[in-house]
């Protein structure tokens, strides 16, 4: 499972946060909406490992 990494998260950040002050009323709220998108995948992402990590401990135990 390939996951964002921080610095992948803090570079599309920036970018976005650097198209913000060129943009229209429309493109702002885009770059808001893309935004929001890319901070729920990137938060998304510590409960899908955490839940990996819970399922590889069960099977950990399973075979023991």
Known sequence: ???????EFDR???MLADLLPDSNPQEEKALLQMH???QAIYDAQ???QASRDRL???RGKAKA
């Open 1 to 7: 499972m390939d996951l964002m990494t921080p610095d």
């Open 12 to 14: 599309m950040e920036r």
């Open 36 to 38: 929001a998108r890319l």
């Open 46 to 48: 510590s409960g899908l």
């Open 56 to 58: 590889m401990a069960l």
